[in-house]
């Protein structure tokens, strides 16, 4: 017997929308108004058939289920500091901090009465925020958290819909991409790094397995597997209004082990051995057993480490703005590039959640996989020189 397909939900009044000259859905039932008792028609527009239903069915609990709006005059404002404080309990402290700037980011619209903002004023915000020097990705995780604050206030039926579904974002040329430190580059770098800073360690290791900064900051001696020559990915460090923090990892995927080669094993434990030293002659030395740790013993501060990253690439004459983050993407382009690692693998090393934004991010170093992959197939073929076609 052949297996129904699923059907699409329904509208909330029956009937089929139609599409405007424009492109939107349209959606026209006829309601009973419950103030007048009076039949009345409703027109209702969407740009898809997901936000139609979200509108109709926020009109029938208006009309038909007696479910009148809160009329309560809250503030665009007031309701993004409720949500911020809402989820703060769900989220890291980076994030909460973001949602912080979120909340400011959303300043000329805070007086505005929360059931009258809509799209064309989200639309402005949104280019304003671009207008100013803000990121097109900055923009799109402060429209995202806008965007679910104005979705809880649907669901507490503050407002009837979500004015944020339907904005855009303009189209940017120019987007900065994952940047590669070229090999030369990394050779300098690290050759003044490994003669002169105590941090030379912590640099080859984010190289060496492609960590992200704040993961490497977080290994603990406990996360390593001698044995084994593995090391699981258990937390991470950041920075947040000056002070240092502990915190979960980025995604559920991030959370990995990871094979060590041979020279980081090495590595790792000449490292350990000198901190063993200290603690002989200081038994509080690094008490909490991170890998990395300060002259002091203590957690390593995130902003210190990019100091000393500054001054050796200044030292060694490197022009280059890189970041230590960018030590990750040389990685990735290395793994993708050199030893054509397909886009699942690489995302399982890299801690993505799925091989798809490995790819988004690294296009320009898989579309070189893909073409350095054709190379060697070429040399599958039995060589024809010589040989006259038929």
């Given at each position: 017997m052949a297996r129904k397909s699923k059907q699409p939900p329904s509208l909330p009044w029956g009937?089929?929308?139609r599409t405007r000259h424009d492109g939107r859905l349209e959606y026209r039932p006829w309601v009973q108004d419950p103030r007048t008792g009076e039949k009345v028609r409703l027109s209702i527009c969407a740009r898809t058939f997901d936000e139609l239903l979200e509108k109709s069915r926020a009109k029938y609990l208006e009309y038909v289920k007696g479910g009148s709006l809160t009329t309560t005059q809250i503030t665009f404002g007031e309701w993004l500091v409720y949500y911020a404080g809402h989820k703060s309990m769900e989220v890291r402290p980076t994030t909460q901090y973001c949602h912080q700037l979120f909340v400011r980011y959303a300043a000329p619209l805070h007086s505005t009465p929360l059931s009258k903002v809509s799209t064309q004023m989200l639309d402005h915000l949104y280019r304003e925020l671009i207008s100013a020097g803000y990121s097109l990705d900055t923009t799109a995780h402060a429209r995202s958290f806008i965007g679910s604050a104005l979705k809880l206030a649907v669901t507490y039926r503050h407002i009837s819909f979500n004015p944020n579904t339907e904005t855009t974002l303009p189209r940017m040329e120019g987007k900065r991409v994952a940047q590669v430190i070229p090999p030369e580059h990394l050779e300098t770098i690290f050759s003044y790094l490994q003669e002169t800073s105590s941090y030379y360690p912590i640099f080859y290791t984010i190289l060496s397995l492609g960590l992200r900064f704040g993961e490497g900051l977080g290994?603990?001696?406990?996360?390593?597997d001698w044995q084994q020559e593995t090391v699981s990915l258990?937390?991470?460090v950041t920075a947040v209004n000056g002070k240092a923090w502990v915190t979960g990892l980025k995604t559920r995927s991030s959370r990995r082990t990871l094979a060590l080669h041979p020279a980081l094993v090495k590595l790792l434990k000449e490292h350990k051995q000198e901190q063993e030293r200290k603690q002989q002659k200081d038994p509080g030395f690094n008490p909490d057993g991170w890998v990395f740790c300060s002259q002091y013993g203590t957690m390593l501060y995130p902003d210190n480490v990019r100091q000393r990253f500054k001054k050796a690439m200044r030292v060694s004459g490197i022009t280059e703005n890189y970041r230590i983050h960018d030590l990750r993407h040389s990685f990735a382009s290395y793994l993708i590039t050199v030893q054509g690692a397909d886009p699942k693998t690489a995302a399982d090393i890299l801690g993505h959640s799925n091989p798809g934004i490995t790819l988004r991010i690294?296009?320009?170093?898989?579309?070189?996989?893909?073409?350095?992959?054709v190379v060697k197939a070429a040399d599958l073929v039995p060589k024809t020189e010589g040989k006259k076609a038929l």
């Open positions: 009937g089929e929308p290994l603990k001696w406990s996360d390593i258990e937390r991470a690294y296009t320009h170093s898989a579309e070189a996989g893909r073409r350095k992959a």
